[in-house]
C-alpha cells in the first residue's frame, strides 16, 4: 500500500497563487509515476498534471498549461502543484495519485489515492 495525504488547499481570489503538497508513505516513493486530478461539485474527476517517477518529464492538462507547475523531490516523498493565476473554474478537489496503469491522463490508470484537498478560487 502506498498512502497520500494532500495539503494545501483553501480560498483564494482569482489571479491569487497556491502551492499543494502530496505527501507519500508506505511503499518505494520514488518507483511511481504520479498525477494530479481535480474534481469539481456535479463533474467527473479530470487530470490536471502528470510527472514521472524521476521528475524528468511532465505533461499536463489544456486548462492549465503554462498556470499550473507539478514536481517531485523524491528526498521527501512528497510531490507538488503550484498552481497560478487561479481562475474561479479551477475550483474543485483536488487528488493526487499513484500511476500503475498504461495511460497518465486516465484516472483508471491510477492505483492509490489520497483523500483530496478542496480549492476555492473567489471572482
Known amino acids: 500500500q502506498l498512502q497520500l495525504v494532500e495539503s494545501g488547499g483553501g480560498l483564494v481570489q482569482a489571479g491569487d497563487s497556491l502551492r499543494l503538497s502530496c505527501a507519500a508513505s508506505?511503499?518505494?516513493?520514488?518507483?511511481?509515476?504520479m498525477g494530479w486530478f481535480r474534481q469539481a461539485p456535479g463533474k467527473e474527476r479530470r487530470f490536471v498534471a502528470w510527472i514521472s517517477a524521476s521528475g524528468g518529464i511532465t505533461n499536463y492538462g489544456d486548462s492549465v498549461k503554462g498556470r499550473f507547475t507539478i514536481s517531485r523531490d523524491n528526498t521527501k516523498n512528497t510531490v507538488f502543484l503550484q498552481m497560478n493565476s487561479l481562475k474561479p473554474d479551477d475550483t474543485a478537489v483536488y487528488y493526487c495519485?499513484?500511476?500503475?496503469?498504461?495511460?497518465?491522463?486516465?484516472?483508471?490508470?491510477?492505483?492509490?489515492w489520497g483523500q483530496g484537498t478542496q480549492v476555492t478560487v473567489s471572482s
Open positions: 508506505g511503499r518505494t516513493f520514488n518507483n511511481y509515476r
Open positions: 495519485a499513484a500511476q500503475i496503469g498504461k495511460y497518465y491522463y486516465n484516472k483508471e490508470a491510477y492505483e492509490y
